[in-house]
């Protein structure tokens, strides 16, 4: 099988937690036709083949990005204006996904950046917590304990599942410093990985850094471009 067939069967087969606390919940657009169709098509046109990637690991989606369209760090209108996918999807705006992008572009648009590299997280689907004032609102895996422990085995399996399809396992990039406590902690228990290098997450960077960001580019630039064998 190749590394799209594996993926898209994994997607496909998610479900949403039913252990969560009161309160959070996950969102899974992957049941939806025409997330499916995206995901059929992005990964048979950037990964139908059985070549190891780089694997980029973030937190959980948000709800903006994965959290509509299935593909990590990917809103509707990037996924048509970056990975040439038309799609049916409300446009949706993501600091993150404006990031990742510029990395993208910088290593030559999507065909080259996806044959080397794969985006995900390491729990798979986007999480909302219930505000009283504003609605749902992004939530991290990793901002209540109850959480973080309700989803343990779930994060651990879906990182197991997802290194099947086709993982380099002999580094991992981690987006997130509070996110490498949890993914070192998983590579401990595990030994997924033979290394973990962290970069600061692309949200961070455009929230609180963003008169650096030339900085950060080059950050990840120069950290993904020596993984590239």
């Not at 600091?95 to 572009?105: A, G």
Request: aromatic share 14%; net charge positive; hydrophobic share 35%.
């Amino acid at each position: 099988m190749s590394f799209a067939q594996r993926a898209i069967s994994f997607y496909e087969r998610l479900s949403e937690p039913t252990n969560l606390p009161p309160g959070v919940s996950a969102l899974n657009p992957h049941r939806t036709p025409e997330v499916q169709r995206i995901g059929r098509e992005f990964y048979g046109k950037f990964f139908n083949d059985e070549h190891p990637r780089v694997y980029v690991l973030g937190i959980n989606p948000g709800r903006f990005g994965a959290g509509v369209t299935g593909i990590s760090f990917t809103t509707p209108q990037n996924l048509q204006r970056y990975c040439g996918i038309d799609n049916n999807l409300p446009p949706t705006s993501e600091l993150s996904s404006r990031f990742i992008y510029q990395i993208v572009e910088a290593f030559g648009g999507a065909s080259s950046f996806y044959s080397h590299f794969f985006l995900s997280a390491l729990y798979p689907l986007a999480l909302v917590k219930d505000n009283r004032n504003a609605g749902p609102v992004n939530y991290n895996f990793y901002d209540d304990r109850a959480t973080t422990e309700a989803l343990w085995p779930a994060i651990t399996d879906s990182v197991r599942q997802q290194l099947q399809f086709g993982a380099r396992r002999d580094v991992v990039i981690c987006l997130g410093r509070k996110n490498e406590q949890f993914l070192k902690r998983l590579n401990a228990e595990n030994s997924f990985f033979e290394r973990v290098l962290t970069l600061d997450h692309p949200r961070y960077i455009l929230q609180y850094k963003s008169k650096a960001i030339d900085s950060y580019i080059n950050q990840y630039i120069s950290t993904l471009g020596d993984q590239i064998k």
